[in-house]
Nanobody, 122 residues
Framework: QVQLVESGGGLVQPGGSLRLSCTAS????????MGWFRQAPGKEREFAAS????????YYADSMKGRFTISRDFAKNTVYLQMNSLKPEDTAVYYC???????????????WGQGTQVSVSS
């Protein structure tokens, strides 16, 4: 089993920035990809970004490209999501996820965090 704990959410004004963190524990050796998803009120959960845990590679949803950056610190078992130029429509619960299968473009995630709220409002 893998446990994921997110942090870094909060309230930010439009145009502002936030950095989300997700720390993994447990059977980390089984992880090949880490990702971020989000779910806005009344909407389905959507993919945001993913990163290879052991190799090099990132993948973004088209709507996140240019504003969001995913990165990892292997030594800290932590993945980050840097979010810039935030808009009110970015308001959502953001979830960290991990998967065993290697491809960074597939969405077959095995483990999920509890989520962290991001609210963008003036």
């Amino acid at each position: 089993q893998v446990q994921l704990v997110e942090s870094g959410g909060g309230l930010v004004q439009p145009g502002g920035s936030l950095r989300l963190s997700c720390t993994a524990s447990g059977s980390i050796s089984s992880i090949n990809v880490m990702g971020w998803f989000r779910q806005a009120p009344g909407k389905e959960r959507e993919f945001a970004a993913s990163i290879s845990w052991r190799a090099y590679g990132t993948y973004y949803a088209d709507s996140m490209k240019g504003r969001f950056t995913i990165s990892r610190d292997f030594a800290k078992n932590t993945v980050y999501l840097q979010m810039n130029s935030l808009k009110p429509e970015d308001t959502a619960v953001y979830y960290c996820a991990a998967k065993i299968s290697p491809p960074i473009v597939t969405l077959d995630y095995d483990y999920w965090g509890q989520g962290t709220q991001v609210s963008v409002s003036s």
